[in-house]
T-cell receptor, first 113, second 114 residues
Framework: QKEVEQNSGPLSVPEGAIASLNCTYS??????FFWYRQYSGKSPELIMS????GDKEDGRFTAQLNKASQYVSLLIRDSQPSDSATYLC?????????????FGRGTQLTVWP | DGGITQSPKYLFRKEGQNVTLSCEQN?????MYWYRQDPGQGLRLIYY???????QKGDIAEGYSVSREKKESFPLTVTSAQKNPTAFYLC?????????????FGPGTRLTVL
């Protein structure tokens, strides 16, 4: 069983600050990495995908991947109260013929005004 | 509009009853997935299907069944053998199982056993 670990939080930051969310995974052959945002009572929404080492920026979001350390993170700059949600890290395993995602349990983020 | 639809949004079941949750997508995606989410928990994979007429068990398939007779449809039946079915059920689809496996979710069905 593949392991995807996230700090459950809650993580609380003031409006305008940088929120840093971290994720580690157990399988070195994992190829693709995703961050989903899930508001309370709603379904997950894909917000970032990253496939190679380094940083990927999309608006206020930056995903960082370090395959050697088996670590992926999500930075949210200029955090807003509307960013308050649970953030799920997911890792794609193509170790078998039929690939699937493995999810962490999520980190709950609260941005206070 | 392209997307994934799930119905019903809320479902109540008596103990001993089978119920079927609907999932339809018009995105022309090959792969479809069913997850279960319990409060404070991550997503657990129930079943997935990469092509029509083929599907695989996930991590918690016991007490569930699926079919994939059409590319756009992947219904999930929660049988009476599932001892603790109260949960939030999420269907997802992905355009490409072989490369990056970005998955997109429907709005979910919240099942409650009375």
């Amino acid at each position: 069983q593949k392991e995807v670990e996230q700090n459950s939080g809650p993580l609380s930051v003031p409006e305008g600050a940088i929120a840093s969310l971290n994720c580690t995974y157990s399988d070195r052959v994992s190829q693709s990495f995703f961050w989903y945002r899930q508001y309370s009572g709603k379904s997950p929404e894909l917000i970032m995908s990253i496939y190679s080492n380094g940083d990927k920026e999309d608006g206020r979001f930056t995903a960082q991947l370090n395959k050697a350390s088996q670590y992926v993170s999500l930075l949210i700059r200029d955090s807003q109260p509307s960013d308050s949600a649970t953030y799920l890290c997911a890792v794609y395993d193509r170790g078998s013929t039929l690939g699937r995602l493995y999810f962490g349990r999520g980190t709950q983020l609260t941005v206070w005004p | 509009d392209g997307g994934i639809t799930q119905s019903p949004k809320y479902l109540f079941r008596k103990e001993g009853q089978n119920v079927t949750l609907s999932c339809e997508q018009n995105l022309n995606h090959d792969a479809m997935y069913w997850y279960r989410q319990d409060p404070g928990q991550g997503l657990r994979l129930i079943y997935y299907s990469q092509i029509v007429n083929d599907f695989q068990k996930g991590d918690i398939a016991e007490g569930y069944s699926v079919s994939r007779e059409k590319k756009e449809s992947f219904p999930l039946t929660v049988t009476s053998a599932q001892k603790n079915p109260t949960a939030f059920y999420l269907c997802a689809s992905s355009p490409d199982r072989a490369v990056r496996n970005e998955q997109f979710f429907g709005p979910g069905t919240r099942l409650t056993v009375l």
